[in-house]
């Protein structure tokens, strides 16, 4: 292992535009920000013990400072202080998880939690299941009676149907089920070739750059309802505006997070963890005592080849290495010294993120269950276009989780919450029908989390490519520059935009840094 440290504070520390000066004027103002472990939303119980953290003001030094403490980072912290390496991880907020985020809303009802972020296991996750294992934190499959009914609003007509008998809701006719099936053969066969770790290298890539999922869906897709089910199978990864994810990055997310294939070739039913998501950072930074500092928000980066220095309010870290894991919108708005080279700031500047806010509804019981209903809904009007019963374990009491996406979100978001509250339960009203439509809209609990207000998320589920951007710009998603390393589970090849793939590029991050050290 080099021993670089010290080498960057004295090139530049004195003169830069992050010299000593500003430093220790903002070490004032950050008596307050820099704390240690905030508290964790989970219960007491399920969270573990209190964390202390180091104090986190003033100069420290390590190997490898990590930004970012959701699940690629604290899984690269994990992998690299296995080898012996010094890491300190630094995160903006003041409770780990990032994009996981798990609170127990009634603490009369200590099981009963709710995933305000990711959730959802998916069949052939095998980092995400060992890591789960090894942490013991059980999965558990939400319990959904057999043969029960979903829910289909159409052109504003209810339909119920058993999805085990016929996938299709009764109105689907045959050529609208041929069309779907024939644009899945379609796209399998255009995304076969791709390298998921290179999809811009593919010999179609620049064609496909050009071309946006909407528009090869109006050419290729001879049915509105295939086109719609399609599109759905693709943007529910990202939840971006279906407009602009390009054609290239719509096949590379199709192979990668396998969300479009699972829908047509079911690998087996997804899962979630008892207890909720969050433990699993909540974990992980447990077993890294002292080397999480929460309350760090790193606005600026020295760098050069030999080693970083990374500033938060009142905090300068110095390692040989960083390993950045926000979003690359977000890791765009930190401050280098020397600037990024232009490309890799130019991606980072048109990798938008997608917009959801997530809605959780808690009822006494699973008044559905009275009809022979599974909870689920698919819409295709309004904000709410899915709907899935997200009860606990123990199937009491009733939980049903719905989705404000895309526009949905654009639209609702700047409504304060009583409108919104009232639009999402006037919604639940209709989709369950005259039967149960007042118990729908009548829940004892409503929650909500918008994570496009979220000011170290901005967004969900995360970034997307948009038009031409890839074929232009994209190697720097992944390549270093000097000692800065790039995770998250945007720069992931497989599972991308998944927790799986939040795993496997933490691990990639530890590799690639180990090798370089
Ligand atoms: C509503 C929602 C539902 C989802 N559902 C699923 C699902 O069912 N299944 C699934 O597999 N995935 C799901 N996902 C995606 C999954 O949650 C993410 O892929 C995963 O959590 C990303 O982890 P990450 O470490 O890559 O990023 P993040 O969790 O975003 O971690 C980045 C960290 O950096 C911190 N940070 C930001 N800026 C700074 C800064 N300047 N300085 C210091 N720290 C900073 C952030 O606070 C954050 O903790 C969902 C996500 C959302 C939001």
Redesign the pocket.
């Known amino acids: 292992m080099k021993q670089t440290r010290g080498s960057i504070s004295s090139a530049k520390t004195n003169g830069g535009w992050l010299d000593r000066r500003r430093f220790f004027t903002l070490a004032g103002a950050a008596a307050g920000a820099a704390t240690q472990f905030g508290p964790s939303p989970l219960s007491a119980q399920s969270a573990g013990p209190t964390l202390t953290g180091p104090t986190a003001t003033g100069e420290r030094s390590c190997d490898v400072v990590i ?7 604290l899984v690269a912290a994990t992998q690299l202080a296995k080898q012996g390496v010094d890491v300190i991880v ?4 003041n409770r ?5 985020l798990t609170e127990v809303p009634d603490p009369s009802m200590p099981n009963v939690f709710i995933d ?7 069949p052939n ?1 095998p980092n ?1 299941m060992a890591l789960a294992n090894k942490l013991n934190v059980p999965m558990f499959q939400t319990p959904v009676a057999a043969n029960s009914l979903s829910i289909d609003f159409h052109n504003g007509t209810l339909y119920r149907y058993n999805p085990k008998i016929d996938p299709y809701p009764p109105y689907w006719k045959q050529p609208d089920r041929k069309a779907a099936e024939d644009g899945v053969l379609d796209l399998e066969g255009m995304y076969d070739p791709i390298d998921l770790a290179a999809p811009w290298e593919d010999a179609n890539a620049e064609k496909w750059d050009d071309e946006t999922l909407v528009g090869w869906l109006a050419d290729n897709v001879k049915s509105k309802l295939a086109q719609a089910l399609l599109l759905r199978g693709v943007t529910g990864v990202f939840n971006s505006s279906p407009g602009p994810l390009s054609l290239l990055a719509t096949l590379f997310v199709a192979k990668s997070a396998e969300d479009l294939i699972r829908k047509f070739k079911p690998t087996g039913p997804d899962t979630r963890f008892v207890g909720g ?1 969050q433990q699993i950072p909540i974990k992980l930074a447990q077993a890294l005592p002292g080397r999480v500092i929460t309350g ?4 600026g980066i020295e760098h050069s080849a030999d080693g970083v220095t990374a500033y ?1 309010p009142g905090l300068a870290v110095q390692a040989q290495r960083a390993i950045i ?3 690359p919108t ?1 890791a765009g ?2 401050q280098y010294d020397p600037p990024l080279p232009a490309a890799r700031d130019h991606l980072t500047e048109s990798t938008p993120m997608g917009w ?1 806010i ?1 809605v959780h509804c808690i009822y006494p019981t699973r008044f559905w269950q009275q009809k022979s209903l599974s909870g689920a809904v698919a819409s295709d009007s309004g904000a709410i276009r899915v709907v899935v019963d997200n009860s606990p374990p123990e199937g009491t009491p009733g939980i049903l989780v719905a989705f404000i996406e895309g526009d949905g979100a654009r639209e609702l978001a700047p409504q304060p919450l009583p409108v919104r509250r009232a639009e999402v339960l006037k919604e639940l009203g209709t989709y369950f029908g005259p039967d149960l439509g007042q118990d729908a809209a009548n829940p004892k609990l409503y929650l909500e ?1 918008n ?1 496009g207000d979220d000011a ?2 901005r967004g ?3 970034g997307y490519w948009t038009q031409g951007l890839w074929t232009t710009y994209g190697p720097e998603l992944r390549a270093p520059v000097d000692s800065l390393y790039w ?4 720069t992931s090849p497989k ?1 991308n ?6 795993v496997q ?2 691990l990639n991050a530890a590799a690639e840094v180990l090798d370089a050290l």
């Open positions: 930004i970012g403490a959701g699940l690629s980072g630094l995160e903006a907020r780990v998880g990032g994009r996981l305000h972020g990711g959730q959802w296991i998916s996750q995400l998501a760090a928000y790193v606005y938060a894991t926000l979003p977000l708005r930190i959801v997530k989390k994570w170290y998320a969900a589920y995360g995770a998250g589970t945007e599972w935009g998944k927790m799986e793939g939040a590029s933490g």
